[in-house]
Structure formats: structure tokens, C-alpha cells
């Protein structure tokens, strides 16, 4: 037993005498053979060759304290010192560790074998299929929640005859709609004030400052405003989702509703895919407005373009299409990140590590999903020609 | 080993006069307990009679609001950072659900504190921690799995296997038997048993598991009326406190006893 806090390995604490007289090799430990120590101890011993000798004898009388690294140590020199055809003569420890030496010598230790990781060609080859593989399963197992999904609020909005859990529709709207005002509101007057800034700086070389009033209108509108929301409420909201109902699983929280006949889907997933797609557009036209305010307050400083004349150009620049144009977008960003959230909550697995791994996973499939949807939608206005 | 003699020198963990309370509600009310070293101590009561707040006052984990804790020989009420680091490396804990970092495989678990307080190279850390996981009588395939691939009983081991990753003098389990059937139960029991008398160990046992007390303590702390009662089961059944009359004398009790 120590009695002492861990000493760093020190040869005046513990040491190893090795002496050869005629073919036997002894060695002689002295000193605190514990696990402080080790680390010396085990080089010491990995230096013993035992070269043209037949017997060895391990006279540990000099240990003054032993504990289960240490004895370790010893049973393993003695073990390879037999596997290597020395006869082992004597062992001997002070007798107070009788019992650990008897304990120890009862177990069979096999040594740890590390797997290395293969390299080349072929292994990356294998890795990259893997990849793929993973990312079909992951996008088919989706489809096969959207189609659950999409069944399930059909029947709770066309016949209610189960009632919708209003509440927590109402929560749901309160926590990812109300209480991100500050956040959106605040990044949005940002990103306003700089497009206006660098729209002002390169269009007064043609001499055209007034279009960034066009630029500010048509970009916040149809663009960024509805962009921005969404990325926010992804990293805030849809890691939020994904968080709670992985950490409900991990506390066995959805076995124990479904053993219930509770559903799922119903009761989870669509308070928060409803209420996001109802709290997104809201958030979605709160920004643009803020955003323009950014861009008004920019142009004023700047470029002394006055309030009415804004308002007069911003009027021009834009019809209420261009708003609808950025706010329809805002429902099918809410559903996709509502239903990436709850879908990767729902793989989460019954450990701590998948909740923070399956979260990053969330959050950055709906970004993906969100330009992704956003360039799709570009494609399909510049068709349709609006 | 101890030198023994001087009676200072054979109590591992002194608990005087400690108080805890949260919330305006006092947990201990001027507590004194002492543990002797090679001893296994068991503690039990009631919910909510604070032996897990206990626990976790002797180990630094909860601030009293007063009293003082005096773990082999250092004072741990208002310790500094670097004499806490001396006394964690000579004491292992298990906690309840076996806290193995679930990121980490069994192997790289034990080593955790091999790496931190230790300069072993990767090859003996290795071995070490085979070496635990047949202390605690895990199979060696058992290295490279992740905690959530065990079972509840491997799990406990594994833990223990951590707590011991450093041949610690003390170790603390906290409801050790709690969730495993009674014969997992029962050869945990006899593990901690055979591990305390082969390395030397100090236990303090946080326990609901009258089978558990009756194999392996040497002695009994109950927490009653915000303090501790001490003795063994055979004074104890004498105690005139109902709740720890109705603990032994119980159903359950009776049974538990009657097999010894």
C-alpha cells in the first residue's frame, strides 16, 4: 500500500540490480515498485538480455513497496525469462505481498493487441464506397421519415379526431420563433448595414449610388433575409430538436411512449415541424424588415440618400413579388429543418456521444438542405420567370 | 503497508462535525464518521438521508457548509487544486451508472489516469489495463469494446477496473450492486472482497444491498436523523431507532440474515 501521493519516476525511489555470477542471472528490484514508478521500471527490465545464461533468480527482499504495476512487472520478467528457456529459480517478495502476488499469478493477461489502421489504395477505395453506401441509406431512411411524416399531419389537420397537442404547438412557436427575434434581429441589421456598405462602395464608381436601394430591396428580399433566417434558426432551433429527443431516447423517454401507444410522430415530431413552419415566415418578414432598417440607416450616413427618397426608390425597385418570392421559401426551409432535427434525433442511440455527434450532423445536413433548396428554387423562378 | 501503532495513522477518512444542506433543507447536521484503513465500510439509509451527498463531500465533489473532512491525513475543506491532485491519484471512485466515457473504449477508459499521472509508454499502459480487466474478471475482448457495447454487470466492472487504474490506497463505490441480478451481484460482491484483501484496499461503500452489507462489510454506518449510526449487523439489530430496526428486521432483512 502507498501512502504517499504519486513520486515521479526517480531511480533513487526505485531501482533494478542486475548481477551475473557463473550462468545466473539475478535480479535484484529495490525500492517502491509501484505504479509512479513504472514507467522506468519497465524500461529497466526491458533492458535484461538474458544471453548465455540457463538460470535466473528474482530476489525482490530490497521492495519496500509493491502494488499491482509493480508486481506486474516482476511476473512478467519471470515469464518471459521462462518463455525464453532460463529456469526461474527463485522468486522472492517480502511476504506482506503474499496475497497480491497470488491474486495476479491467478490471471491470465493476454497483451492488448492494436488493430492498425490499413493504408493504400484499396482501403480508401473501401472507405469511399462505405461513404456512399452511408449517404444513400441516411438520404433513403429520410425519404421514409418524410413519407411517416407527411401521413401522420395530413391526419391530424384534415380529421382531428386525436387532438393536436396544442401546447406544446404553441411552445414550439414560442421557443424557436419569439425568442430568436433578438438573434435574427440583431444579424440581419448587420448584414443589411454591410451589403448596403459594399453595394454603395462599387456603384458609386458608375456613379449609380442610388441602386443600392434596388440592390438592398431585391437581395434582403428574395435572397438573404430568408437565407440568413433560416441558417440561424438551423443552428439554434434544429440542434435544439435534435438534442431533446436524442437525450429522450437516451433516457429511455420514447420507449416508455411508445410502450404507451403514444405516436411519435404525433406527439414529437409535429408540434415542432408544425410550429417552425409557422414561426419561420414570421421570423423570415421580421428580418427582411430589420434588414432593410440596417440598409436604410447605412444609405442615411453614407450616402445622405434621406428617408423619403429611400422609400420612393425602394418602391420602384420591388412589387410584392419580391417579397412572396422570399417568403414562400421560408416553409419548405421550417419543414427541412424540422424534420432533419427530429429525424437525426430519433437515430440518436442510447450513449452521450451519439446526442453531440448526431446534433453537428443535424445542424449541417439542414444548412446543406437549405442552399441546396435555395439554388433549386433560383432554378425554378428563372424558369417560371418570376 | 501501515506502520500502524499511533492511532492517528489507522483512520483513513475522518468526517467531523460536517454539515450539508441545500436549499434551507439540512442534510447533516454535525455528522462525525471515521473509517479505518484495510477496512470495508458500509453506509446506508433512507432516500434522501444524503449518503450520496456524503460520498461526494469525502471526495471533494460537494462543499459542506461546515465540518471537516480529513482524508489520510489532508484536510479536503477548502484544499488547493494541487494537494487535491495528490489525494486523487490514491483513490478510486465507481459511481453509480459506472461514468466510463462512452466515447472511449474500455481500454482507453483505464488508462485515462495512467496517462495523467503517469510517463508509462503505450505498450505497458497496454498491459496494464489487461492486467485490471482480469483483476476485475472481465475477458480480455472486452478492451476494445465501447461502454455501450457491455452489459449493466460488465459496465460496473470496467468502472472498477478504471477506479483501480491506479493502484489507488482508498476506493469508494457508490451503490456498486444497484441494477445487477442477485448472482452478478453477489460475485461482484466477492470480487470487491477478494480485491481488498489481496491489494490492501480502504471501501466505503455506499449501499441498498442488504446481501452486499452482510458479505462483505466489517462495519455498518447508517445515516439516521442527519447522523451517523456506526456498528456491526449483529449490534445493529439491537438499535432501538425504528428505521434501522425495520432495515434488518424487516422482511427483506430477516431473509438476507438468515442465510448467514
Redesign the interface.
Known sequence: ???R??A??DESLADLRIEWRQNVLRLLPTGEW???Q??RL?QLLHGVRPENVREAEIDGRGITEL???GA?LLL?EKRELESSGVRVRGFVLPD?YG??L???EG??????R??SRPRGFVPFLESLGRGTMHALGQGYGMLGFLGRVTVEATEALLAPRRELPLPAFVRQIEETGLTALPIVGLLAFLVGVVLAYQGADQLHRFGAEIFTVDLLGVGFLRELGGLITAIIVAGRSGSAFTAHIGTMRVNEEIDAMETMGLNIAEVLVLPRVLGLVIALPLLTFYADMVGLIGGLVMCYFDLHITVPVFMRELQQAITYKTLLVGLIKAPVFAFLIGLVGCFEGLRV?????SVGRLTTRSVVESIFLIITFDAAFSILFSIIGI | MTSGGNGKDDVAIRVRGLVNAFNGKVIHDHLDLDVMRGEVLGVVGGSGTGKSVLLRSIIGLNRPVSGSVEVLGVETAGIDAEDLKGLQVRWGVLFQGGALFSSQTVAENIQVPLRRYTHMSQELMDEIAAMKLSLVGLPQDAAQKYPSELSGGMVKRAGLARALALDPELLFLDEPTSGLDPISANQFDELVRSLQESLGLTVFMVTHDIDSLRAITDRIAVLVNKKTKVGTIPTLLHDPDPWIHEYFSGARGRAALAVA
Open positions: 500500500m502507498r501512502n501521493p504519486l515521479k519516476p509501484n505504479v509512479g513504472s514507467s519497465d502494488d499491482s504495476a506486474w512478467r506482506r496475497a497480491l497470488q491474486k495476479m490471471e491470465k493477461v493476454i497483451a492488448l492494436h488493430a442511440e442510447r450513449n452521450a456521444e
